[in-house]
């Protein structure tokens, strides 16, 4: 296993990090300034989903992948997906030729292991562009995830970075303190008040079908952390409830520019989700 562990990291300094240096994380379109991170819904969260069954061995429910390209044109932001790097491991060659540099079947689960282990690395670098605005759709997300290893706090170290789903990056610094559970939990609020504010804003049903969604898959992704959350002694839960009451408060301050969440909820229409 340990000499698995030292090709892949071997594979991902040389070939990898050659191809980052070559511009491979370079947009095949202009610069906007913004950057879209995605991620999930994981299987366990659409299997509690009984209108998301799976039928002919898929889910009926849109991936966040799926969803992440309509966004990004609605936010003009550039993902993952806009880059050469990302074309090439998506590519039947990559898969091969990593499989016999590594000496393993493609269908083996060390395979599946090596492969995260490329994409957090490639996402690691990612979220250290240039760039001032990040956007997320990673409500339901696993922690396994691209986004929830890499990404999200390789955003946080970005200094280039003011901007997180509309709110200032120093409200999710100000949480980092607090864990990867509580920074991920306020980028998925974050972000679902703003396709709920787009939604409201541009009365169309199929904005509100997503917003539903993310919501859903955030409900239900967030059942296990809090009964982990609930097994915690009182006083460390009250000086967490506490801690984070400060943080808010003190972003909070401007009531015109209301941080967290409005004081009146926006109704959200009864129709079926459309397809």
Partial sequence: MLALQHKIENFCQTVIKKRIDDGGLLF??????????????????????????MEWGAFKYPQNWQLSEKEAERLKAHRIDDSPLFLFLMSKDFEKDFSKFLGIDSDSEDFEHA????????????????FKKAATLVCGAEKKSSFYAAEMFGIL?????????????????????????????????????EMRKHAKASNDNKAWDNYKRQRKYFILSRQAEKRTFSKQPKDVKKAFRQSRKEILTHFNKDKENNLIAPKRRVPIPTSAPSF
């Avoid at 202009?30 to 299987?43: N, R």
């Avoid at 492969?115 to 240039?130: P, Q």
């Avoid at 280039?160 to 409200?171: G, H, W, Y």
């Fill in 157 to 193: 170290d970005n200094p280039c970075v003011e901007v997180i789903n509309e709110k200032p990056a120093s409200l999710f610094l100000a949480f980092r303190p607090l864990g990867k559970d509580e920074v991920n939990r306020l980028m998925c609020v974050t972000a679902l008040m």
């Fill in 115 to 130: 492969l995260k282990k490329v994409w957090h690395f490639t996402s690691a670098h990612f979220a250290s562009k240039k």
């Fill in 28 to 53: 095949n379109k202009p610069e906007t300034g913004i950057v879209l991170f995605y991620a999930g819904p994981s299987d366990k969260v659409l299997e509690k989903i009984p209108e998301a069954k």
